[in-house]
């Protein structure tokens, strides 16, 4: 494989995100805009550079040991009965793996692999298509499996079960239904929202999977790869220092380090090391804990509008001027992870880590609730 250094096509690409540029965009946004450079979701010049960084082999993807355990008995039974894989479902927040296991699967089984998402499965003629093509033994991904609508999941169903579509002709009292066979296949289902998943189609999975969020060792290996990838000289003190402010996500890992590498050209420095690494991620407003201006914001809204809580999704989304599905997907899941937001029956509460971290100290009530929920657990 040849691998192009992505700084060529990134730094002359005028769309392109990670450059100075959109640095220069985001510290202009004002504390209204959300800085993308912290996002979990995919943006165009994440898509290029993902061509060279997605893994190529089980062995190449790094942590989720224990899902990769399961995969590497699985595939390697499978394979030894030459029969297809079971249907898998991963499901986590974005950026965490689940697209790049779907092809990792797919390469280890040998298998070709077909790729489409719940909202591109609209009519039925489209997954009929789609179930049409496949051959013995492919790889169905369905992306955001959780979009599907219903007359899409019904489709599916016998093809999953039964390895078998089911076709009306007719309407009426002339209505037939036709049952075609289908080669035997796997669906892998990848969703961010495995609650929104009908019990019927979770339960037609073999194995559901979670992604979890990666540690920092984990985080600093894979920093090292996709600078090696990239040609970037970084030494230990700059991987780590990425590495913790990834938000445990290799999409933003991989994301600081296409920023950071754009910082160093422009000011030519050979080397990553801590100081540039640091510099770097400081231009862009990424904090130590890998928090982004919003992410401080919401805190400080939290703490200072609401009296550190409780205080309900929709009032915290109004006042940040966020809907409250994207402060429940995007920015809250990192928050709690990292123990400064606590969901309660009556609201979101400050911790007191979320004090400190904003250099506040805790009320007496916060260091109770504290306490209090350490003693329950
Ligand atoms: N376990 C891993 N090891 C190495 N790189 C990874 C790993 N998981 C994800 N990545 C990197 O992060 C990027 C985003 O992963 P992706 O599979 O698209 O996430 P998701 O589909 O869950 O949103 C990929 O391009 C890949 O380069
Ligand atoms: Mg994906």
Do not use: W
């Not at 392109?16 to 004002?30: L, P, V």
């Not at 479902?89 to 793996?97: H, M, Q």
């Not at 037939?176 to 796997?186: D, E, H, Q, V």
């Not at 971290?357 to 306490?371: N, R």
Request: glycine letters at 8%.
């Amino acid at each position: 494989m040849t691998i192009v250094p992505s700084s060529i096509n990134g730094a002359i690409d005028p769309d392109d995100e990670s450059g100075i540029k959109a640095a220069d965009r985001k510290t202009k946004a004002g504390p209204a805009g959300r800085s993308e450079v912290l996002s979990a979701k995919e943006n165009p010049s994440d898509r290029r550079s993902d061509l060279n960084l997605r893994p190529q082999s089980l062995s190449e993807y790094i942590g989720q040991e224990r899902t990769r355990a399961m995969l590497e008995m699985s595939i390697a039974a499978a394979k030894s009965r030459a029969e297809a894989l079971d249907h898998i479902l991963f499901y986590g927040p974005p950026g965490l793996g689940k697209t790049s296991l779907a092809n990792v699967i797919a390469i280890e089984m040998e298998a070709k692999i077909h790729l489409s998402s719940g909202p591109a499965l609209e009519r039925p003629r489209d997954i009929i298509g789609l179930l049409h093509q496949l051959e013995e033994g492919d790889v169905l991904f369905i992306d955001e499996i959780h979009r599907l609508n219903r007359i899409a999941e019904e489709l599916l169903y016998p093809a999953i079960e039964d390895f078998a579509i089911d076709l009306t002709a007719g309407k009426g009292h002339a209505t037939r239904t036709m049952r075609l066979p289908l080669p035997r296949f796997t669906l892998i289902g990848a969703t961010t929202k495995a609650a929104m998943l009908s019990n019927a189609l979770r339960d037609r999975f073999g194995f559901v999977c979670r992604l979890e969020f990666y540690s920092l060792p984990e985080l600093a290996k894979i920093v090292k790869r996709t600078s090696g990838i990239l040609n970037i000289e970084m030494d230990g003190k700059g991987v780590e220092i990425i590495a913790g402010r990834a938000r445990g996500t290799p999409r933003i890992a991989n994301r600081l380090v296409r920023l950071v590498r754009d910082y160093a050209q422009y000011k030519g420095h050979k080397l990553v090391d801590e100081e540039v690494a640091k510099v770097a991620l400081e231009t862009y407003q990424v904090d130590m804990q890998g928090l982004d201006p919003t992410d401080r914001r919401l805190l400080s809204i939290l703490i200072e509008t609401y009296g550190g809580g409780p205080v309900g999704i929709e009032a915290l989304a109004a006042s940040l001027g966020e809907d409250s599905d994207t402060v429940e997907d995007v920015y809250e899941p990192f928050l709690i992870q990292c123990g400064f937001i606590q969901r309660t029956p009556r609201g979101r509460v400050a911790t007191a880590a979320a004090y400190g971290h904003l250099g506040k100290t805790a009320p007496l009530g916060q260091l109770t609730l504290k306490l209090g929920n350490d003693a329950e657990s």
